[in-house]
């Protein structure tokens, strides 16, 4: 069975860092772009960064130049580098993947159980 899954949150000042780390397990035929998003409380869950296979970044302009996402394809893993965390970067993060799971080689959307990131202001 195919899943994600995070580690890295926790409680950070603000002017902090904290990476994320996201690992594709199980059986995959194949891995196409990840991400990570993030919902805080009362807000709609929205994109931090996206990452291609080949490496392409993209970046909500809220944490641009604070925020660095990186992949390693041979672990299926990606990482989300938070450096200079601000109080409004509080949130439930989330990562993304669309894969293909070996079972059926068809491509969906899946998601990490989310990681708590709390930055005391």
């Known amino acids: 069975q195919v899943q994600l899954v995070e580690s890295g949150g926790g409680l950070v000042q603000a002017g902090g860092s904290l990476r994320l780390s996201c690992a594709a397990s199980g059986s995959i035929f194949s891995l196409n772009t990840m991400g990570w998003y993030r919902q805080a409380p009362g807000k709609r869950r929205e994109l931090v960064a996206q990452?291609?296979?080949?490496?392409?970044?993209y970046y909500a302009d809220a944490v641009k130049g604070r925020f660095t996402i990186s992949r390693d394809n041979v672990k299926n893993t990606q990482y989300l580098q938070m450096n200079s965390l601000k109080h409004e970067d509080t949130a439930v993060y989330y990562c993304?993947?669309?894969?293909?799971?070996?079972?059926?080689?068809?491509?969906?959307?899946?998601w990490g159980q989310g990681t708590q990131v709390t930055v005391s202001s």
């Open positions: 993304h993947a669309d894969l293909a799971p070996m079972t059926t080689q068809i491509w969906s959307n899946y």
């Open positions: 990452i291609t296979i080949n490496g392409d970044a």
